[in-house]
């Protein structure tokens, strides 16, 4: 007979609300994740970001564009330039020093490995935050259940004890308790569907669909136990995570920024080729071609102050970024083992409740409502056993939900917000 009641009255609610939702979307959790997973705006935020740091790339590759030059000497005082004595019309190409291109590219290519990075570390949270939105609203679903099965139960009494009025076996007062009683019960399942109700919306949210649109959670609260230790979990979950993974890029980008600076020291070139006419001068009017080739060379003579600062700057933010690496270890560590400890201490109090507590409620319930038929308990007694049976069954649903809840959040401890 364990749990009989509490599936009963999840059974009616079930029904109730299968009635009236017939229009309703069906929406079980791994649907929720894959529809979170495709439209959450976080999701579709860091997806972004990923082209982004394409476009950077290409950014970060390309050439500088040559110069085009048409160049006139020798022009008389008329400033007849089909007279000049000089025409020159070339291109010329500035060519970085070797390396410079390739240190610039390593480092937008460590960004672009960032953000895939970060959109893992985001499809992560989405879905530990849609699975505690859909957990929550199972819980305020079976809270209404819970209330739904004491409403049940209350009827029956309310029936039981008109009678024993009608027969002169009992008060017209305890008529009125129960009656209060119901009253009371109807009252807050007005609240909790009006709860029930905004928690879907939040599901809704999440998912990146009107607050109002119809859904009906077909999967139910359900836990399968933690079987690794809290050392390998840690261990286990540290190595997946995506948020160390990018902290540990962020240390290998700023290394190549202090490569791609210190190489602000070194020269450029610059290579022209141009098109020539000069005029003839010991020969009758015309004009003789000739080909010109021109190669220059950056001096950096300057190099303490803008170089120089450059490459201090690299450097610290290097400094930086490995001390942010080992403190992100430590931050991930500590949430993996405080949530494994969570999940730990909710796994024992749903034991608790499922090894003893609902069968004792269950039997104490049957035993009161026997005790009053048999006028050994009044009904004030029996109304306090009726609470503490909902109670009972309201924190055996809280010990699913937090379990549940705190496995989830388990998930995710490896990853860190940005």
Same mark, same amino acid.
């Given at each position: 007979?364990?749990?009989?009641?509490? /599936?009963?009255?999840?059974?009616?609610? #079930? =029904? @109730? *609300?299968? $009635?009236?939702?017939?229009?309703?979307?069906?929406? %079980? !959790?791994?649907?929720?994740?894959?529809?979170?997973?495709?439209?959450?705006?976080?999701?579709?935020?860091?997806?972004?970001?990923?082209?982004?740091?394409?476009?950077?790339?290409?950014?970060?590759?390309?050439?500088?564009?040559?110069?085009?030059?048409?160049?006139?000497?020798?022009?008389?005082?008329?400033?007849?330039?089909?007279?000049?004595?000089?025409?020159?019309?070339?291109?010329?190409?500035?060519?970085?020093?070797?390396?410079?291109?390739?240190?610039?590219?390593?480092?937008?290519?460590?960004?672009?490995?960032?953000?895939?990075?970060?959109?893992?570390?985001?499809?992560?949270?989405?879905?530990?935050?849609? /699975?505690?939105?859909?957990?929550?609203? #199972? =819980? @305020? *679903?079976? $809270?209404?259940?819970?209330?739904?099965?004491?409403? %049940? !139960?209350?009827?029956?009494?309310?029936?039981?004890?008109?009678?024993?009025?009608?027969?002169?076996?009992?008060?017209?007062?305890?008529?009125?308790?129960?009656?209060?009683?119901?009253?009371?019960?109807?009252?807050?399942?007005?609240?909790?569907?009006?709860?029930?109700?905004?928690?879907?919306?939040?599901?809704?949210?999440?998912?990146?669909?009107?607050?109002?649109?119809?859904?009906?959670?077909?999967?139910?609260?359900?836990?399968?136990?933690?079987?690794?230790?809290?050392?390998?979990?840690?261990?286990?979950?540290?190595?997946?995570?995506?948020?160390?993974?990018?902290?540990?890029?962020?240390?290998?980008?700023?290394?190549?920024?202090?490569?791609?600076?210190?190489?602000?020291?070194?020269?450029?070139?610059?290579?022209?080729?141009?098109?020539?006419?000069?005029?003839?001068?010991?020969?009758?009017?015309?004009?003789?071609?000739?080909?010109?080739?021109?190669?220059?060379?950056?001096?950096?003579?300057?190099?303490?102050?803008?170089?120089?600062?450059?490459?201090?700057?690299?450097?610290?933010?290097?400094?930086?970024?490995?001390?942010?690496?080992?403190?992100?270890?430590?931050?991930?560590?500590?949430?993996?083992?405080?949530?494994?400890?969570?999940?730990?201490?909710?796994?024992?109090?749903?034991?608790?409740?499922?090894?003893?507590?609902?069968?004792?409620?269950?039997?104490?319930?049957?035993?009161?409502?026997?005790?009053?038929?048999?006028?050994?308990?009044?009904?004030?007694?029996?109304?306090?056993?009726?609470?503490?049976?909902?109670?009972?069954?309201?924190?055996?649903?809280?010990?699913?939900?937090?379990?549940?809840?705190?496995?989830?959040?388990?998930?995710?401890?490896?990853?860190?917000?940005?």
């Amino acid at each position: 007979m364990a749990l009989y009641l509490h /599936k009963v009255g999840l059974a009616l609610l #079930l =029904f @109730a *609300a299968s $009635v009236s939702a017939q229009n309703a979307q069906r929406l %079980s !959790l791994r649907e929720a994740i894959l529809i979170a997973l495709q439209s959450n705006e976080d999701v579709l935020t860091a997806r972004n970001e990923i082209d982004a740091a394409a476009g950077r790339v290409l950014q970060a590759g390309r050439i500088a564009n040559p110069d085009l030059f048409v160049t006139y000497n020798e022009i008389s005082s008329g400033l007849n330039l089909s007279g000049a004595g000089e025409r020159d019309i070339g291109l010329s190409q500035t060519i970085e020093f070797p390396g410079k291109r390739g240190s610039r590219v390593n480092a937008a290519e460590i960004e672009l490995s960032i953000a895939t990075l970060s959109v893992r570390r985001t499809q992560t949270l989405v879905t530990s935050r849609v /699975k505690d939105l859909y957990f929550k609203a #199972l =819980f @305020a *679903a079976e $809270v209404v259940g819970n209330i739904q099965l004491t409403i %049940s !139960l209350l009827g029956e009494f309310l029936e039981t004890i008109t009678q024993r009025y009608q027969a002169g076996s009992s008060t017209y007062l305890d008529v009125i308790r129960t009656k209060v009683e119901l009253t009371r019960m109807r009252n807050d399942m007005s609240g909790a569907r009006r709860d029930h109700e905004i928690h879907l919306g939040e599901l809704n949210v999440i998912l990146g669909r009107p607050f109002d649109l119809p859904i009906f959670l077909t999967d139910s609260l359900s836990y399968i136990p933690v079987k690794l230790s809290m050392d390998s979990t840690v261990e286990l979950l540290t190595r997946q995570s995506a948020t160390m993974e990018i902290a540990s890029r962020q240390v290998a980008r700023s290394g190549a920024l202090v490569d791609l600076t210190s190489k602000s020291y070194l020269p450029d070139f610059s290579l022209g080729i141009a098109f020539q006419k000069r005029a003839a001068r010991d020969s009758p009017p015309g004009a003789s071609g000739y080909l010109g080739v021109n190669v220059g060379v950056s001096i950096p003579l300057w190099f303490w102050q803008g170089p120089r600062g450059d490459l201090k700057l690299a450097e610290a933010s290097l400094g930086t970024d490995n001390v942010r690496l080992e403190a992100t270890r430590r931050r991930i560590q500590s949430r993996i083992s405080a949530s494994y400890k969570t999940t730990s201490v909710a796994e024992e109090q749903l034991r608790v409740f499922s090894t003893s507590l609902l069968m004792d409620i269950e039997e104490e319930l049957r035993a009161g409502i026997s005790a009053y038929q048999n006028n050994q308990i009044d009904v004030l007694n029996l109304l306090d056993i009726y609470r503490t049976f909902r109670t009972t069954k309201l924190e055996y649903s809280r010990a699913l939900y937090n379990i549940s809840t705190a496995a989830a959040q388990l998930e995710a401890a490896g990853e860190l917000p940005e």
